[in-house]
């Protein structure tokens, strides 16, 4: 008995351990908060001392997606790019943009740990809008898809998981948009 209830114990124990670790398939739904930063915006146009005008705001994301397999996910994300405002010699310049990613993810699992490392890559389609007023005056309407790249960390608990993650696209008459979010994902099994 002195030796079958310890060994009980660690069954249990190794058992809780083991269940607290595994990865939920299937289908996934989340939001997060980001940092974006999109430089130069109007780059290209020759605007003079707007070719310093960058979006650096705090916005939000919304993530879909499957975890098909423990190291292999599809994604979808909706990436609101911010918006700025600035008043330049009387005149008034805004920006705004916003972005959908479809991104294959590789998962590498922690295998003493719930926690998941991650980078993905696929394709992302952006939209930017731009004016300006006064003796600058101009507008533009853009979009275009370029590839878009990720990495991060993601730790879970049961079906939740907390995510830190970077992400990078190209943006016409940008520098390009880096994008820092924190956010949080419930796998529907």
């Known amino acids: 008995m002195r030796i079958l209830l310890p060994a009980l114990t660690l069954t249990l124990f ?28 109007g780059d290209d146009f020759d605007t003079g001392n707007l070719n310093d ?8 994301k919304i ?16 990436m609101d790019l911010g918006d700025e405002d600035k008043n330049v ?14 991104y294959a ?3 590498f699992p922690i295998p003493v740990a719930p926690i998941d490392l991650y980078a993905k890559a696929g394709l992302v389609r952006w939209e930017s ?3 300006a007023g006064g003796p600058l005056g101009f507008r533009f309407d853009d979009d275009g898809t370029e590839f878009g790249w990720g990495a991060g960390v993601q730790a879970r608990l ?3 998981a907390a995510r830190l993650e970077y992400e990078q696209f190209d943006v016409d ?13 419930w796998t529907f099994l």
Do not use: C
Request: glycine share 16%; aromatic share 10%; net charge negative.
């Open 158 to 160: 049961g079906s939740l």
């Open 105 to 107: 993810v590789g998962l």
């Open 14 to 41: 190794g058992a809780a351990s083991q269940a607290a670790l595994a990865v939920d398939h299937g289908l996934y739904l989340g939001a997060g908060v980001s940092q974006v930063k999109l430089d130069n915006v």
């Open 129 to 131: 809008k731009a004016t």
């Open 63 to 78: 993530i879909g997606g499957f975890r098909l397999l423990d190291n292999l996910a599809f994604e979808l994300n909706y």
């Open 53 to 60: 005008f960058k979006l650096d705001d705090t916005s939000y």
């Open 173 to 185: 008459h940008t520098d390009g948009v880096e994008m820092l979010s924190l956010g949080v994902t």
């Open 89 to 102: 010699g009387g005149a008034q310049f805004t920006a705004e943009g916003k972005a959908y990613g479809a």
